[in-house]
């Protein structure tokens, strides 16, 4: 069973930056593809980025490819979405996920509770 906990999000005006972190525990965190995807009101899940376990692959959702980066610290069993340039649109509860290193979000087997970013124009 792993268990992931978010951080970092909060209000920011537009074209500002803020990072996100995913602490996981009670796992193997380097043996999972890890995840980020957000949800905004009234829309469903969708995927904006996921790394593989080592961290040598990584794909975007086209709406966030180069402004937002995700790495992981798999010493620290963390991993971080550095989020710049941010837009109005990508107000969102932002959820880490853990599973196979794939866009769609049935192939996360855990997920934490979510951390909202709010930017605001």
């Known amino acids: 069973q792993v268990h992931l906990v978010e951080s970092g999000g909060g209000l920011v005006q537009a074209g500002g930056s803020l990072r996100l972190s995913c602490l996981a525990s009670?796992?193997?965190?380097?043996?999972?593809?890890m995840g980020w995807f957000r949800q905004a009101p009234g829309n469903e899940r969708a995927f904006v980025a996921t790394i593989a376990w080592n961290g040598s692959n990584k794909y975007y959702a086209d709406s966030v490819k180069g402004r937002f980066t995700i790495s992981r610290d798999n010493a620290k069993n963390t991993m971080y979405l550095q989020m710049d340039s941010l837009k109005p649109e990508d107000t969102a509860v932002y959820y880490c996920?853990?599973?196979?290193?794939?866009?769609?979000?049935?192939?996360?087997?855990?997920w934490g509770q979510g951390t909202q970013v709010t930017v605001s124009s």
């Open positions: 996920a853990a599973g196979r290193f794939l866009r769609q979000d049935n192939a996360y087997d855990y």
């Open positions: 009670g796992g193997t965190f380097s043996s999972y593809g």
